[in-house]
């Protein structure tokens, strides 16, 4: 055929091994090239004097499509569950405030004023409709519920889980779902209970079995929010079990240290029937594929892809990531006065501080820290230039967060360890207009035969979601070539 790969992934982040998972379950034996020396990409668990650092993805939820790989990879086991009602806090005035994830949470809350209150409690009974022209999650809050709902709830919220900027995020392409019902139902409430009725009759009229609810919160009839969320959890070993497992059943197909160099698609290999995409590796090695997955972040898909789809490489590089600067700290337990009891705390970006929030790592789970010990993860600030952060700024970011943990945590030691982590390029950001640029990228696709994507930069940016697309990526790369080889 003139090819010496079927399949070359490349990329051996979480989306790119599911995808190599799914593609080898499938009956392919796909080649999947990796720059560094390990597999995870923001995955990965430092475990060094007792403790684990985590790095990347704290306290990840686990839908149904995580829990499928958890089986298939035989880590039951291994698995650990959080307290879905683990308390979140938000700072405001000095002080750490429950964050309401409940009704009666919203009217006992002092985070929020009573106009503002009334104004959430009375939303489905009032009628409003989105605008035509797509706003931001920050308008649109302050549309429905006014400011001080953005700054004190909303914004604190969409940082700790999105690093995202509530004023640039925008609401088709971050939360269609609640545009849609708004659209339909004149309120965010109603338009949620039409929703969910007309998925029920679909349910019924099709005939289709309930969707499996192994490993939820299974509390269906409750008010709280993060009760109607999958189970949020780890391993007992760290959140790089995962990768590592991946990586290990597929140890015969991951090249590491493996950096690409350039692709191009050959629509005139004389020796292949079809169209194939060359591959070319820094260190010279050349391959030549009959499909190929990017399994990278945007702005790698894009220098990649720049000679042979300018346009697609446009689209790629105009998707903006979030930086992000972690810094683990560990304390002995007598020097903290906080109880920690519960998840963490968020912090508005009004407030001023580095801190976006901070985790309480050993609260949650066991193994975390040695005995008197305790150990937290803070997000913060990063700066946004585009250089990766050097030692001083560093320092200077570490001095910041283990300052402000101090006052607001009343920490009156010094760290027994730690650990400083940063990335330019930590989260992509689905920002008013990125929704039309996905568009536009699904339409050029179908031009570069045999070329999927595969990656949080499109739609979904949990894990679940990262294994959700990588699956799809599989199942259609499998079925068109078997209509090819046909």
């Known amino acids: 055929m003139g090819y010496t790969e079927k399949v070359v992934v490349i990329g051996a982040g979480i989306s790119g091994l599911a995808c190599a998972h799914r593609l080898k379950q ?33 306290f990840p939820r686990f839908p149904p499509s995580v829990w499928q790989l958890v089986r298939d990879l035989s880590l039951e086991r291994e698995f650990v569950a959080g307290d879905s009602k683990a308390k979140r806090y938000i700072f405001r005035r000095g002080r750490l405030h429950l964050a309401p994830f409940s009704p009666g949470g919203l009217i006992r809350t002092q985070l929020l004023g009573l106009k503002s209150k009334l104004r959430i409690l009375g939303e489905p009974f009032g009628y409003s409709r989105p605008p035509d022209q797509e706003e931001s999650l920050a308008e649109f809050v302050q549309r429905k519920f006014g400011t001080e709902v953005l700054d004190y709830l909303v914004d604190p919220i969409i940082s700790t889980v999105f690093l995202g900027d509530v004023h640039k995020m925008g609401m088709e392409s971050a939360f269609p779902a609640l545009v849609e019902w708004e659209r339909n139902g004149g309120s965010l409430v109603r338009g949620a209970l039409y929703s969910r009725k007309s998925r029920r009759d679909a349910t019924k009229s099709g005939g289709a079995s309930k969707p499996s609810t192994f490993h939820s919160n299974g509390n269906h009839s409750s008010l709280r929010v993060t009760d109607a969320l999958p189970t949020l959890g780890s391993f007992r070993s760290g959140m790089a079990t995962l990768p590592e497992r991946l990586a290990e059943e597929l140890k015969g197909e991951i090249t590491y240290k493996a950096a690409v160099e350039s692709i191009a698609l050959s629509r005139e290999n004389p020796a292949a029937s079809k169209p194939a995409w060359q591959v070319c590796l820094s260190s010279g090695e050349q391959t030549t594929a009959q499909s190929l997955v990017l399994a990278v972040p945007a702005h ?23 930086p992000i600067s972690v810094v683990s700290s560990a304390y002995e337990r007598s020097k903290v006065a906080n109880p920690l009891d519960g998840f963490g705390f968020m912090v508005p970006r009004r407030k001023g501080l580095n801190t976006i929030c901070t985790f309480w790592n ?19 600030e990063s700066e946004e230039d585009g250089a990766a952060p050097g030692a001083a700024s560093e320092e200077k970011c570490t001095r910041a967060v283990e300052s402000e943990n101090a006052r607001i945590l009343r920490i009156s030691g010094k760290p027994v360890a730690r650990l400083v982590w940063g990335n330019q390029h930590a989260l992509p950001q689905y920002n008013v207009g990125h929704a039309r640029r996905v568009t536009e990228i699904y339409n050029i696709l179908p031009e570069l035969p045999n070329l999927y994507l595969a990656g949080n930069f499109l739609k979904g940016r949990s894990i679940g979601d990262c294994v959700d697309v990588a699956y799809r990526v599989a199942e259609n790369l499998h079925s068109r070539l078997q209509r090819q080889d046909i």
């Open 26 to 58: 499938l009956g392919l034996r796909p080649r999947v090239l990796e720059a560094t020396e390990r597999s995870g990409g923001l995955i990965n668990t430092v475990r060094r004097d007792g403790f684990l650092f985590e790095t990347g993805p704290q």
């Open 300 to 322: 790698v898909a894009a220098r990649l892809l720049e000679p042979s789809a300018p346009q697609l490489s446009s689209h790629l590089k105009a998707i903006e990531y979030a």
């Open 362 to 380: 050993s609260s949650l789970f066991g193994g975390r820290a040695p005995e008197g010990t305790v150990l937290i993860t803070s997000f913060a």
